[in-house]
């Protein structure tokens, strides 16, 4: 019951910038080939690509007389694939699959009239009845479905090394953002950074969460549909306890990506890490270290019970040259074969409900759980594509930039607030 209101909040946040998708025409090179198919996604390197691997395994097995070519383009967060697809995609020339993240990022492609309805896709797999049904609300505009979604991810995770903290005499990690603080001025006595940071994106990461964490709920689902004031007294609050968060982080040294920032957690330099549960997958696989002994997580400071969520989805590109592959690459991106191939590897959760449960062992299993108790509060990332459209995302990633270097937390809001009103 909860869990429907609170992607009911999210859907009616998409309804404001949801526009008719336009037809952009086919470019007349829609083939009927499926001799090949090129997908396009940010799943490069450790913690990354595993989790794609299997999928195209499976694809090998079932359809030998398809060649995958790989056009992943490194960059967490997908900040360079994304720079390379707009370009692509201006250029009439698209992939014949793409990730997406479900939400208000692939309402963009929609109203630039990119991609395709896929809604006949899900009517012959039967997907309206096997997919979560709160996500298949997040992924409807204007009563189509234009993406299939392999996955669910959890950004608001904290990040540690169980001996690190035995080291440090810290008892347990912080519940709380000010328990945070009084733990970061103790760890920073003794030498240690109390937080690691990387690049940009993960600087937002980091912000979404502080956000969720000070004003709960309501009020940060309130930010993404105007019902929230960004320049209200308690947004400011905690618009300032990130520029203090961030004091305590490597920002200085900070470059790379998430994986670097992740490393000095394993390394010891590093206490803490907000990342979402990819991270798993680089513990897990890349660093082969052992849930609860060898790493550990829990929810960002003040988000016990709340699931702030993200879905990775594959779209059919108008144009693509290889329809029927694709085709047939995302029947198998929504399969219950091909999900439950991917996620265990991938460090998230199947966006479908008749997974085989007995894959999601250590870390999965948590978020399985979570994710299926009543009580779960889910609200949606920023960052990674589901509560803001790109106009207005783009306009508060030059605001943060600004922002993280002055800490006019004033100055933020108020461009936040103006880019809102501008591209709502
Ligand atoms: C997210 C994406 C995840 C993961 C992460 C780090 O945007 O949804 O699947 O790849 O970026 O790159």
Not at 335 to 340: A, I, L, T, V
Not at 389 to 394: I, L, Q, R, Y
Request: hydrophobic share 40%; charged share 20%.
């Amino acid at each position: 019951m909860r869990r429907s209101r609170a992607f009911l909040a999210l859907t009616l946040a998409g309804a404001l910038v949801a526009t008719a998708a336009c037809s952009k025409g086919s470019g007349g090179n829609a083939e009927a080939k499926v001799d090949k198919v090129e997908i396009m996604s940010w799943w490069v390197g450790p913690g990354e690509e595993p989790g794609l691997n299997a999928m195209v395994a499976l694809l090998k097995t079932q359809h030998p007389e398809i060649t995958f070519q790989n056009s992943g383009v490194a960059g967490g967060a997908g900040t360079n694939a994304k720079a390379q697809l707009a370009t692509r995609l201006a250029a009439n020339n698209p992939p014949d699959s793409y990730q997406r993240h479900a939400g208000q990022e692939i309402a963009t492609d929609i109203k630039n009239g990119d991609v395709e309805d896929l809604t006949y896709l899900y009517q012959r797999n039967n997907w309206n009845s096997v997919f979560n049904k709160g996500l298949l609300e997040t992924l409807t505009n204007n009563g189509k479905i234009y993406s299939v979604p392999v996955n669910i991810h959890r950004s608001n995770l904290l990040w540690y090394i169980p001996k690190t903290l035995t080291d440090l005499g810290i008892a347990a990690p912080p519940k709380s953002w000010d328990e945070f603080l009084t733990q970061a001025a103790t760890i920073k006595s003794k030498g240690k950074t109390p937080l690691s940071i990387g690049p940009a994106w993960t600087q937002k990461h980091l912000l979404e969460n502080v956000l969720l964490g000070e004003l709960g709920v309501d009020k940060y689902n309130g930010l993404w549909n105007g019902k929230t004031d960004w320049t209200g007294a308690d947004v400011n609050a905690a618009l300032k306890k990130y520029t203090q968060i961030m004091s305590f982080s490597d920002l200085a040294s900070a470059g790379a990506d998430w994986q670097p920032a992740i490393d000095r957690v394993i390394e010891g330099a590093a206490v803490y890490n907000v990342m979402g549960d990819w991270a798993a997958s680089y513990f897990d696989g890349a660093k082969k270290l052992k849930f609860k002994e060898g790493w550990n997580v829990t929810a960002s400071p003040g988000t016990d019970g709340v699931y702030n969520f993200l879905s990775d989805s594959f779209t059919l590109p108008v144009g693509a040259p290889h329809k029927a592959a694709a085709e047939i690459w995302l029947t198998l991106c929504g399969s219950k074969e091909g999900q439950d191939a991917f996620n265990p590897l991938k460090g998230s959760i199947p966006a479908r409900t008749d997974a085989d449960k007995s894959k999601y062992t250590g870390y999965l299993e948590t978020a399985l759980a979570d994710w299926g108790n009543p009580s779960t509060k889910v609200v949606g990332s920023l960052t990674h594509g589901v509560v803001a459209n790109d106009a207005w995302n783009a306009e508060i990633d030059t605001a943060l930039g600004l922002f993280i270097k002055s800490g006019d937390a004033t100055a933020f809001a108020s461009a936040v607030k103006t880019a809102y009103e501008k591209n709502k």
